[in-house]
């Protein structure tokens, strides 16, 4: 009988996990520039991991199935002499997840007797038996031991699959800060050199290196913007990180004193988180009333742009969150620029408004993922896109105050 012999004939499955990782780095390598800069960060780390990490196989077992038996010719020996007889073929077709090409590597924990399959498909192990047993508890049994051995080997090439993702992905982060730190270098030398230079009209972006108690960024040669390379500004992680945290900090002084917050407006709310703000950080924060709606934000600008801007909306119904992300998309047009929806709760049952807001967020079409929660109610993360632009990142924090009220309302 022809049949595919399992975890054996392509080589090494150390060999092909290797390969995977040096196409990865060459595709980073080989990103166009432009691209890479233009691209956010997490998409660029989603397509490499996409690209360098392994889907170990798994079988379907659930959803086996078999073909119409057939009849097919034996060969067999007696006494030294050859026959032929003609014999009942039973075929157990068991799909399976995962990529193919494991099937025919070798782990490094192997057997000298490796298990064969009728035939090895796209999606599917063809398990065979030939000439079987009448009794049907032991055609079943049969074929057990067949998909039990198989995933006997699956589990070593899994150990060793699982062992390779976990390094891609605690190590590709590093790689594309490193790729990209190089490429702005290498652009921002370029402008220093003072000649004239050609490039397109959608600049890159570059990390505005804001730091406690200062927000200015890197000082660009004031030249003529076709003589100087000036990317556009954005907050970087560690200071949008410690804007939230002053916020939310904030937002628990407040709640620790209800009875103050109880004759608060939203306006004089906002007055207090600049002031905690401006403690902070010192430079381009501020905040405005815009749209004519009475409704303010919280500004943190550089180069009359805005790289921050906080939200502060008062809890009226879902009708809230989209007029929050409606705004948002409004004047967040910059990439990798941050933001935050300071959701101001005058109610009681604070949990069920809160996922009510995610809900609204997760539901917007330009959601594009959810970050892991942070505490218990403490803060919630997503990333989300540009209007009428996926590659352009906004980072958007939730922040919900949980305030008293002089009056009682429903949700």
Not at 259 to 264: T, Y
Not at 325 to 334: A, D
Request: aromatic residues 6%; negative net charge; glycine residues 4%.
């Amino acid at each position: 009988m022809d049949d595919d012999l399992l975890f054996y004939p392509g080589g090494n499955l150390d060999d092909g996990l290797r390969s995977t990782t040096q196409a990865m780095v060459e595709l980073l390598q080989n990103w166009d520039p432009d691209n890479l800069l233009k691209t956010p960060v997490e998409d660029v780390i989603e397509r490499l991991l996409d690209n360098g990490s392994v889907r170990c196989p798994t079988l379907l077992v659930d959803q086996a199935w078999m073909p119409e038996p057939t009849e097919v010719n034996q060969d067999f020996v007696n006494f030294g002499r050859h026959y032929t007889r003609r014999v009942t073929r039973l075929v157990l077709v068991v799909p399976f997840d995962g990529e193919k090409i494991v099937f025919t590597l070798r782990a490094n924990r192997w057997s000298s007797n490796p298990p064969r399959v009728l035939r090895l498909a796209d999606h599917e192990l063809h398990l065979v038996i030939d000439g079987p047993p009448d009794n049907p508890v032991q055609v079943k049994e049969a074929f057990d031991e067949q998909i039990e051995k198989i995933e006997q080997h699956l589990s070593w090439s899994r150990e060793q699959i699982e062992q390779h993702n976990q390094q891609v992905q605690a190590e590709l982060p590093a790689m594309v800060a490193k790729r990209r730190d190089q490429l702005l270098a290498t652009r921002n030398l370029q402008a220093e050199i003072g000649y004239p230079i050609r490039r397109r009209a959608d600049a890159d972006t570059f990390s505005v290196p804001i730091h406690r108690r200062t927000v200015r960024p890197v000082q660009q040669r004031p030249a003529n913007p076709r003589a100087s390379f000036k990317p556009e500004p954005a907050m970087n992680d560690e200071d949008y990180n410690a804007a939230l945290r002053v916020l939310r900090n904030q937002r628990n002084a407040l709640e620790r004193t209800p009875s103050l917050a109880a004759k608060l407006k939203e306006e004089e709310i906002r007055d207090l988180l600049l002031v905690g703000l401006n403690a902070q950080f010192e430079g381009d924060v501020g905040g405005e009333l815009f749209n004519g709606e009475g409704k303010t934000d919280i500004l943190v600008r550089v180069d009359d742009r805005n790289i921050f801007i906080g939200e502060c909306k008062v809890w009226a119904g879902p009708k809230t969150m989209d007029e929050a992300l409606g705004q948002l998309f409004r004047y967040l047009v910059w990439r990798d620029t941050k933001a935050a929806i300071l959701l101001f709760i005058r109610r009681k049952d604070v949990t069920a408004v809160i996922e009510k807001a995610i809900a609204k967020i997760e539901e917007h079409p330009n959601h594009k993922r959810s970050r892991p929660r942070h505490g218990d109610h403490e803060q919630f993360e997503f990333t989300m896109h540009a209007q009428d632009d996926p590659e352009r990142d906004i980072h958007l924090a939730l922040i919900p105050f949980v305030l008293r009220s002089t009056t009682s309302s429903s949700a």
